[in-house]
């Protein structure tokens, strides 16, 4: 079972920008596609971006909150994989958590394997 944690989060000013990472242990990265999904006061788990175990053809969501704005990427000899945000909003304030799944949905939470505790950035002049 892979350990997952994050890192990276904390306040930032609207318009900044914060890199988040997602340290694997336990079992081959290699294996994983990892995604990023996030939680806000009230409101339900959001999918962020997911990417393969390759690294090519990152996903990412659908809806304007983020296209464009942030990217996901992985180092398998690190085990990590990152989130940059930029041009971050107020709205953008949410615990973030990385998660890990052999085979999966990418955008559908139920069919990860493995989630980390999550990372919480706030967004706030």
């Known amino acids: 079972q892979v350990h997952l944690v994050e890192s990276g989060g904390g306040l930032v000013q609207p318009g900044g ?11 081959l990265f290699s294996d994983y596609e990892m995604g990023w999904f996030r939680q806000a006061p009230g409101k339900e788990r959001e999918f962020i971006a ?6 090519g053809m990152p996903d990412y969501a659908d809806s ?12 398998n000899g690190k ?18 958590y990385c998660a890990a799944c052999s085979i999966c949905t990418p955008f559908n939470p139920a069919e990860y394997d493995a989630w980390g505790k999550g ?7």
């Open 64 to 75: 304007d909150s983020v296209k464009g704005r942030f990217t996901i990427s992985r180092d």
């Open 79 to 96: 085990n990590t994989v990152y989130l940059q945000m930029n041009a971050l909003k107020p709205d953008d304030t949410a615990v973030y």
């Open 50 to 55: 997911a990417i393969s175990w390759s690294g």
């Open 119 to 125: 990372t919480l950035v706030t967004v706030s002049s």
């Open 17 to 27: 920008s914060l890199r988040l990472s997602c340290q694997a242990s336990g079992s």
